[in-house]
Every structure is written in C-alpha cells, then in structure tokens.
C-alpha cells in the first residue's frame, strides 16, 4: 500500500499516507483548525493531564504557536490519585520541558483542601466537574482567551451516543469544538483542537514524535461507560467524521438548553443553582474528613 502522495510505504489506510505525510497532515489539521476558528493572537490555557490527547495537543501547540502568535501556559492539577498522579505529573513535567515551557502545577489538596481519593463513590464522575470549574476558575482569574482541551473525535462520537442512549437532546448543543468566551458569566471559551482527529491518529502521532504519555486510563474508570462503548462499537473514521458533521449540521434545528445562569454564593462562578455544583462537592467532601 503506497502513500497517496509519494510512493513511500503508508503506515495508515486512511488517510494513505506515509510517516512524513502523515506528520504533515497531522500538523496541517490543528493549523486549519486555529485558522478556522480565528485562534490568533489568543492566550491559551492548555490542559495537560499526561494522557495521550493533552501530549499531543501540548506538542503540536508549541509548534504553531509562532505563526498564530499565541501565548500558552500549560496547567496541571495534582488531583492526589496514588501512583497514577505521580506517572502523570512526571509525564506533564518531562513534556514541557522539552518544549521548554513551565507547568503550573494546582495541587487540589493544598488549594481546595481535599484529594480525589477523598470522593469515596464514583469519584470520576465529578472529576470532570471538579477540573472544568478550577480550569475555568483559574483562566477567568488570569485573563485566558481559551482554555485548551485534547478531547478528539473518538471522545466526541461517544459523547453524541451516549446523550442520544438517554435521550438527552438538549445536552448535544453541547457537542461542538468550541464554546466562546463569555466573560460578564465568567466563563471561558474552550477549544478542541484534535476535534477532528482519531485517536488512532493521535496514537500514531505521538508514537512517531516519540513523546512520552501515560499509557493507563485513571484507575478509578476501569469500568466506564465510554470505555465499554469505544469496545464494542467500532466506526471508520470517515464514518465518525460524518456523525460529528451531521450532528453540528443538525444543532441548528435541536433545542436550546434553556438555562438560567446566576452566580455562586460561595464562590461567584456561573451556577444555575444557589451554589454551585463544586462548591457543594467540596463542602460534602470536606464534612466527612
Ligand atoms: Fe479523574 Fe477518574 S478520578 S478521571
Ligand atoms: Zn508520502
Ligand atoms: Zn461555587
């Protein structure tokens, strides 16, 4: 099988491209996307979690970020996870060095007061909640255009399932690579910029450059949903493009989420409650310390 643009050996069906071709559409892809969606002259709040996703997201940033103009700080939180925080911290550490960064590091337990480990049912059900809010918290606190996520077109296939599963219609306006920034609610625009791009992809993207990530999934999601969907579905990739296309085709004609934003008592980030949903982990938790 030859690569479709020389006649080097491809290393991927599809697209049929060889290893250089390959890295230059991987590349050429995130540079359309930032063009696209007018990611210039932007201050970016990358999200490195270690995993392959945010590696690879981080790497490709630096890469561009002269030709987009873009000022980037890489943002890790120590969530307190035994061994796997540790291997994921390291991970984070080694990757920006090498793209000659710093990382800030937010420690949960110094700046919040508990660990991860401190939810003891399903803590990875509000782990997302718990880094969505201290990641905007933070990029709102320090003038961040966007906040930088390395969710890929993998994720977001079984993001559209799994609401379409639980007739959860309202919940796909949510689906898209992009949110803007609203700042008289506080909220930070957040951007996907691997969006469009499979994990197979990025699997081989990082595996070509050599970049380190952390090989295991959190230990606390052996048994996730998505896990067991990404299992037992398989889609081609041009398959999984036209379901994102369709359904960011589709947004157009599906209800808006009718909510009603108003501030935290606690803490004055965007709720739709009283108190927001971290703020009443967080005392929960903390109770029972
Ligand atoms: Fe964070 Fe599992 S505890 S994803
Ligand atoms: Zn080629
Ligand atoms: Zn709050």
Redesign the pocket.
């Known amino acids: 099988m030859k690569c479709q643009h020389c006649k080097k050996q491809a290393i991927l069906k599809s697209p049929r491209l060889c290893e250089d071709h390959f890295v230059e559409y991987f590349e050429r892809k995130i540079g359309k996307f930032l063009d696209k969606y007018k990611i210039k002259n932007k201050k970016l709040l990358v999200a490195i979690s270690g995993g392959k996703d945010s590696v690879v997201v981080s790497y490709v940033l630096s890469k561009l970020k002269e030709k987009f103009n873009l000022q980037i700080e890489y943002f890790f939180i120590r969530?307190g996870?035994p061994v796997f925080t540790e291997k994921s911290e390291e991970i984070a550490t080694k990757v920006t060095e090498s793209i000659n960064y710093p990382l800030t590091i937010y420690d949960l337990k110094k700046e919040e007061g508990f660990t991860?480990m401190d939810i003891k049912y399903k803590?990875?059900s509000y782990?997302?909640m718990i880094?969505r809010y201290i990641l905007n918290k933070y990029a709102f606190e320090n003038d961040f255009d966007y906040v930088v996520l390395g969710h890929n077109l993998d994720d977001e296939v079984f993001f559209i399932f799994n609401n379409m599963f639980n007739k959860n219609i309202t919940q796909l306006q949510r689906t898209g690579p992009l949110t803007q920034t609203i700042k008289d609610k506080k909220l930070v625009g957040r951007i996907k910029p691997l969006y469009f791009l499979t994990e197979q992809e990025i699997l081989l993207y990082a595996k070509l450059k050599n970049l380190p990530y952390v090989g295991c999934?959190?230990?606390?999601?052996l048994e996730s949903t998505q896990k067991k969907f990404k299992k037992d579905i398989e889609f081609s990739r041009d398959q999984k493009l036209n379901i994102v296309y369709s359904i960011l085709e589709m947004k157009k004609y599906l209800p808006e989420e009718k909510v009603e934003l108003k501030f935290c008592e606690k803490c004055g980030f965007p709720t739709t409650s009283d108190t927001c949903k971290f703020c009443r982990t967080k005392e929960k938790i903390l109770s029972t310390l």
Request: net charge positive.
């Open positions: 969530l996870i991860i803590p990875c782990c997302g880094r999934a959190c230990p606390n999601s």
